[in-house]
């Protein structure tokens, strides 16, 4: 329980939870032979820079005014995967729709701002959930993880200064 009142513990502990379920998403792919969508591939960078950010963030000394920075910093890495992962959902419930049809295979060919963009905008074969886990689907579940940390920074940029 003491580890919780540090600022670095907290940072730590989210890195392992992130870093644990990108772990998990990568299982996933690899032994349902699943191939992600672009928007997934977006996700999974912010889930990495998250995932960097917490622990170097838990590795560093802190003073008052950098808890606030690396919070708010993270928070906005959040921000951006919620919106990400939003919008994804917002794919998968609504179908494919006006979108256009970019197969993983073709994503192996385009450039990382062409992907980012892809990501950003959707393709149909963002349209159908390829796993689902406890009646959620995994852009669910990275959704709902992206919004904990973002409470969580939240609230770590809102509690007082601890010395660690």
Do not use: E
Not at 41 to 60: E, M, N, Q, T, V
Not at 88 to 97: E, P, T
Not at 129 to 145: C, D, Q
Request: hydrophobic letters at 50%; one cysteine or more; aromatic letters at 18%.
């Amino acid at each position: 329980m003491n580890k919780l009142k540090s600022f670095r513990g907290v940072y730590f502990i989210s890195f392992l939870l992130v870093f644990f379920f990108l772990i998990f998403q990568f299982y996933i792919q690899s032994a349902f032979k699943l191939l992600p969508c672009s928007m997934t591939y977006d996700a999974r960078i912010l889930l990495l820079i998250l995932c960097f950010l917490f622990l170097s963030f838990s590795l560093l000394q802190h003073t008052h005014s950098s808890q606030k920075y690396t919070s708010w910093i993270c928070l906005l890495i959040c921000l951006a995967g919620l919106y990400v992962t939003g919008k994804h959902m917002w794919v998968q419930f609504s179908g494919a729709g006006s979108l256009p049809q970019v197969t993983a295979s073709q994503l192996q060919g385009l450039h990382f701002m062409q992907i980012l963009k892809l990501g950003i905008s959707g393709s149909a074969s963002c349209a159908k959930p390829v796993w689902i886990g406890f009646g959620l689907s995994l852009t669910i579940w990275t959704f709902i993880l992206f919004l904990f940390f973002a409470i969580l920074s939240f609230w770590q940029s809102t509690r007082g200064f601890h010395l660690d």
